[in-house]
């Protein structure tokens, strides 16, 4: 009597995971994917042009307007959104096909778009990643130096908008400490994979 | 601003831990309670004798019967139920004080006992670890050698009727690799810390 299939889950787990600009998620997640297998990174599709060093399929997939907008068209988007006159989007069809395989899938977006996909599919587990203070946020902006003064006004007004929305998502990392939020995100999902009854 | 404080817990998190006979429970959870800190095993009180390595205090407190029966008509337990002519309980007073003071608390008992305590406790984690499969439990219990074939028949039915009610546990933990149930036991844990909204 084999006791493991019993609760043995055949499609994968849908992960959320967002925070403000500057907080560190890239970081975070992509060192978590690194301790983990049985998941995946979604590759968001945007109308912005690629930079030097983003590789089409691999950062983003670069579509055209006209294509993007054919996309919306045709229900091809799980989620999408405009920022700054760019739209960006989570293309449904490659996460329908690994969470069918039976492989989790993380998201990486904005607030807005987690929401929506939460409607959607009220199964996906939401992770925010918060900052330890809202000075160590500007901070951090200001030393990647990638922004001018106004775009980090900018950034600095969406991240309190985002922040005050994160009572919505289940799970609040604080990146204070990179290893610890990078183990924390693992335990979540380790937990979420084995958990069977809802908490 | 400080983001940390608004989601601060004040009170600990109250987690069972639960599993057949021989399921090498106390072995996984003593190793992952090694790993963490801000996290106490509670001491069960019992009327039975102490075996030659058992401490008071530390392994179990020893009660006699007419102090544990004193105790039950005072609701000093938080739960307690009777095994083979021995009563078992979990005093009330120090995991109150331990939760108050903000330390995490993990009960070891009972399919029933846990059952009980969710309901008074409905904010409680219920975590299962069940072996692989039943044959290996039985393989375990008869390696150990520490009962009679007739024991064994009788932990084998307990068993059974506990890995039927493990669908009411919050978390399912399969004991096949010990290092990998210790690190998913501690992964539920860091996980529940930083869950802000049920799931």
Redesign the interface.
Known sequence: ????QD?QRHRGILFIVSGPSGVGKDTVLDNALQHLEGIAKSVSATTRHARDNERDGVDYYFYTRERFETEIAESAFLEYEEYGSQLYGTPLAPVERQLANGTDVVLKIEVKGALNVKRRYPET?LIFI??????VLEDRLRMRGKDTSEQIQRRLEIAKSE?SE?????????N?DLDTAI??L???I???R??????
Do not use: G, K, W
């Open positions: 009597m084999s006791l493991v609760f587990r918060q900052p330890p203070a809202f000075s922040l994160r009572r919505e998502y289940h799970y609040l990392i604080t204070d183990n924390t693992c335990a979540i380790v937990a979420e084995n958990r069977i009854h809802p908490i």
